[in-house]
């Protein structure tokens, strides 16, 4: 009896699916098109942009535009002459509203994350914005000519600027949680400064000081900037905020210790940069960038350039967006750095001297790259003397000295995570043979390779 129920149900909702698959494609079309237009109507008579353009607009610029998308692509309109057009305008709406909610939300955010030197930025935030919602205007009017041309109804209604109220109010809530001093923060605050010091050394080869031209952009985008690489670092960027709120510090920027909270603005403004660029560097590969396409792939791309200009979009992706990605990370280094050395376990050990050859060259560089990976300060002490164990020409001095000396042992004293890899290493006497000859290093010195 409760099997026969079940299938009734299964009957019932296979005609309901049924049914709402007999409705014409033209009327579906027209549903899932009637939020998008009703925006591109709205945003078609600005004359301003930067204060009508908020963030509850931009979630629905793209809220709307991913579902006639998505319903577009169902029905084959990347593949279809009469269709691909109106695709395309709306993906360009959608990634210019993702970009347009990320820079926003930097805007927005700013006051709080205590960066340095932040006016300048902010300038340049609201140029980016210009850009972007300045495109968005111009597409708008091409979007509903085409929504004519296709026989599309056009919405009766018009968005009110009331039913987009930015998020800003001049109350703030009581501010009575205390999330500091939680249990085992030590071990999170080493972790996540550590990856930061690793992701702002990841991007070091892409930091610039002087803007690209326009040639210099296109050389750049997409052969060493691209959108997989972007996205890959966002990740890792959002990972590191994610294990910050979840194991450091629950609470927003308000209160509580000002250096933590500091270090979060700087990777915090890094991922919303990072997702940005991420957006703007896929319209620009997908929609914009010559790739050997069929002629009407090539011909709705000189459309779309004409709505929104590559020279600016890689401006403001590279310009601005890269520049101050690498620029914060690299202001945070030295703030990550105290943090790290304020909370990692320290410890000391004492290693041999590497066998025949001493501190050369090989030997130098691991011990070094084991300290660079972890970040923690460590000191080769030899005697009275104390050297930089991160800094290859350091432990190289040192080297000079215990050979002069005679001396068959030392002591590092620093971060044990980076002291239980050097024991390690000296365990197979730095890397080499007696003749300085390479040989294999232990699984868990790995990274080193």
């Not at 600005?46 to 509850?56: A, I, L, W």
């Not at 931009?58 to 279809?80: C, M, P, R, T, V």
């Amino acid at each position: 009896m409760r099997q026969d129920n079940g299938m009734k149900s299964i009957d019932i909702a296979m005609e309901e699916d049924r049914s709402f698959c007999d409705i014409s494609f033209a009327e579906k079309l027209r549903i899932f098109s009637y939020d998008y237009l009703k925006c591109c109507r709205y945003i078609a008579n600005f004359d301003r942009s930067r204060y009508v353009f908020t963030k509850k607009l931009y979630s629905k610029l793209i809220s709307a535009s991913q579902l006639l998308e998505d319903f577009l692509d169902f029905h084959g309109a990347k593949n279809s002459k009469e269709w691909f057009f109106y695709r395309e305008m709306t993906a360009a709406v959608r990634h210019l509203s993702l970009g347009g909610y990320s820079q926003k939300h930097i805007s927005n955010r700013l006051q709080f994350y205590d960066l340095p030197d932040d006016e300048e930025f902010r300038k340049e935030g609201y140029k980016t914005l210009d850009f972007l919602t300045n495109a968005l205007m111009k597409i708008a009017p091409v979007v509903l000519e085409e929504a004519r041309r296709l026989s599309i109804p056009l919405p009766d209604e018009v968005f009110d600027p009331a039913d987009f109220p930015g998020v800003s109010t001049s109350q703030m809530l009581p501010y009575d949680i205390d999330d500091e001093n939680r249990d085992a923060q030590k071990k999170n605050i080493v972790k996540i400064a550590s990856e930061f010091l690793s992701v702002a050394r990841e991007l070091d080869h892409l930091g610039f000081y002087e803007p690209y031209s326009a040639e210099g952009l296109y050389q750049l985008v997409p052969a060493k900037v691209n959108e997989v690489e972007i996205r890959r670092l966002e990740m890792v960027v959002h990972n590191l905020q994610s294990s910050f709120d979840t194991y450091v510090i629950h609470g927003g920027y308000r209160y509580g210790n000002r250096m933590l909270k500091q270090l979060r603005g700087f990777f915090s403004v890094v991922f919303h940069l990072l997702q940005m660029i991420g957006r703007m560097l896929h319209f620009y590969e997908r929609h914009l960038h010559e790739a050997g396409y069929k002629n009407i792939y090539k011909k709705v791309q000189d459309r779309l350039s004409e709505l929104v200009n590559p020279d600016e979009l890689l401006d403001r992706t590279i310009n601005h967006g890269l520049y101050y990605t690498c620029h914060f990370l690299s202001a945070g280094k030295d703030l990550a750095q105290e943090i790290l050395n304020e909370n990692i376990e320290r410890a000391s050990i004492t290693a041999g001297v590497p066998v025949k050859l001493g501190f050369h060259s090989r030997p130098s560089l691991l011990v070094a790259k084991i300290v660079q990976h972890y970040g923690g300060k460590v000191d080769l002490v030899v005697g009275e003397d104390r050297f930089d164990a991160s800094s290859v020409l350091d432990i190289q001095w040192a080297g000079g000295k215990i050979q002069k000396e005679n001396i068959s042992q030392v002591m590092f004293e620093g971060d044990i995570r980076a002291l239980k890899d050097i024991q390690i290493l000296a365990g197979v006497n730095y890397g080499e043979d007696t003749m300085g000859k390479g040989v294999p290093l232990p699984k868990e010195l790995g990274y080193l390779k």
